[in-house]
């Protein structure tokens, strides 16, 4: 059980410190020390890896961190390839949920708290990802 929390701990510290160093490359970014091109690689490196920890945290079967990876190679393509607007952000929404439902049948229902906790945690991830690009 201890050793659990103290694994726990190590991913929520290896979170924290990831947030903090995507928010920094976005102020050097802003700053001008660091260019827009190159800034913007580090940030979707660090934004894949940040949700790779993040799932690591929530989940640990193989099957449901897959369809997870799926879905956010899905999205970040999407992200890229298509504009803001109200229709991509209906269908984000219309493929989280899919997304849950999934994660669902696999976890159980018992797990529903948890699978909210995750996608509510992965979707301001993914605001704050977007309002980045916005401010550019």
Same mark, same amino acid.
């Given at each position: %059980?201890?050793?659990?929390?103290?694994?726990?701990?190590?991913?929520?510290? %290896?979170l924290t410190i990831l947030i903090v160093l995507w928010g920094s490359i976005f102020l050097l970014m802003k700053m001008h020390i660091i260019g827009v091109y190159s800034g913007m690689l580090i940030l979707i490196l660090l934004y894949l890896y940040l949700n790779f920890n993040l799932i690591n945290l929530y989940f640990v079967s193989k099957r449901t961190t897959f369809k997870i990876y799926i879905f956010m190679l899905l999205d970040l393509i999407y992200l890229l390839r298509e504009s803001f607007s109200l229709f991509s952000i209906l269908i984000y929404f219309v493929a989280m949920a899919i997304l849950i439902y999934l994660i669902m049948k696999d976890e159980g229902r018992n797990?529903?708290?948890?699978i909210?906790?995750?996608?509510?945690?992965?979707?301001?991830?993914?605001?704050?990802?977007?309002? %980045?690009?916005?401010?550019?």
């Open positions: %059980m201890a050793a659990q929390k103290k694994e726990e701990n190590k991913k929520n510290i %290896m797990e529903l708290p948890k909210l906790g995750f996608s509510g945690f992965y979707t301001i991830l993914k605001i704050i990802f977007i309002s %980045m690009f916005v401010l550019l």
